[in-house]
């Protein structure tokens, strides 16, 4: 061995007699002359293995869900496809549903076309469906469009009575406000009579999203054929109070459609400072706006009360049956502490999904329809329980729809407001049996059922390694316009 240079030589041999062992490998000499440092192969440490377990099983679950959820969209889109493909005259207009969707409680409306976007839009797009929408950003916004669209259509087919004739003078302002409104949807009808251009034969259906927009949808649809045509007088008492002292505001519908809205609007507040009490000290601005605020009306007065359905006249233009709907499922939860529960959800979307779009393809496909059941149970959801309403002896199935979705509402849904005329979302579904029996559901035949189930959806084995993996993480661009449901956003292309 040289001391000069450190290095062994081949022949040397040691004090001990014994031969030298051999020197241990440095690594690759390419790395090593790059500079990179010797990785030797090893387990990771405890501190890893949880992690990367931990980090690996959640995002498994995520692709795994979202790909099966893919698949189930996919496969009920194949099912309504073929109504794509079948031409059209161009003397007619493809056919039309109407859109209920509603902000939940204690959201907005994002919440609502999100969920339109995600699991209703394809089907109804793969089927070459048009739609109208009627949105509510508010409680109570659903009712009142659904029941001004019925008293629209019954204002042309019913003649008005000698007491309408006689308001219609005072009534002046208010009518040229809607002819202003629906001057551009009569103009557009006027024109497609015209032309000849005619609506699409058959039913036309109507959608619902939600068990808060199916509550304001029955409102609303009882109030349409069995309210009048024209307001109330704002100036009547109800006849259920008279020779009642008024103990404070009344609510629910034991009041007058209208009472409590004018007494909100119209009682003078005191505007200066000497009409304030002198030992009272002024309000800073911010508690002004709340109590403001907390005086308005969240929704527009109902034109009649579920009190009067039994002694109301049914309008003699109401089809039979009426229009078949469709009540899809919208299941939202808030809250921190539902974590656990929202993060179970996100993992199941599939199941939604699955379900959201058997019942769109039975609405898009329209080949079976069935009335609503009433059933025998006399029992009522503690979260329904109201004392507005009498109790039922028996249920119909409208009213116990989607029913376990009210355990996931938020507590504003509960709460009651001052100058309110009616919680809708509060207070007990009511339904008047000659409503009641000529509302109709669409339903999914046994045939489609099973070319359902025999259609598995995406095809795995005709795809790239590529693309399937691009498939089950989600990646693929969405290329399609954006809608109303996106807040009329346009295109980047464009």
Known sequence: MSEKDGRVDAGAVPKDGLPAAPPKPAGNPVFRMMGLPNIRPKLPSRKWLIFLSITGSFTTAVLYDRYHKKKA????????????????????????ITIFLSAPPGDSLRAAREHFHEYIKPVLVAGAMDWDVIEGRREGDVRVGLAEKIRKRRSKFEERTEASDKGAAKDQGEEGKKEDKNEKEDLVQQLRDTVGVKDADGVQGDLIIGRHTWKEYVR???????GPLNPPPKDTPSTDNLGKPQQGPATGDSASPTSDFVETIEDPQPSSDSEKPP????????????????????????????????????????????PPATVLPFPHLLGFLNTPVRIYRFLNRRHLANDTGREVAALVLASHTRAFKSSADPGLSPSTEST?????????????????????????AWKRYQGEPERILRNQMVIEPRIGNRMRRFELGAEDEQRAMNDEGVDPAAMSLWAKFKDMAGLEEDTSAKGWEHGFVESETN
Do not use: F
């Not at 002024?282 to 969240?298: A, G, L, W």
């Open 279 to 322: 030992d009272q000290p002024e309000k800073p601005p911010e508690e002004k706006k709340k109590e403001e605020k907390s005086k308005q009306p969240i929704q527009t007065p109902p034109y009649i009360l579920t009190s009067q359905y039994p002694s109301a006249t049914l309008a003699s233009s109401t089809p039979d049956p009426l």
């Open 388 to 412: 507005d309403v009498a109790p039922v002896s028996g249920r119909w199935e409208q009213e116990e729809l989607l029913e376990h979705e009210e355990r996931d509402w938020h507590q504003s």
């Open 220 to 226: 609303g649809l009882h109030e349409g054929w069995l």
């Open 73 to 96: 969209q996919q496969r009920w889109c194949n099912i309504v496809s073929h109504i794509a493909q079948e031409p059209l005259p161009p003397t007619q207009m493809p056919r039309r």
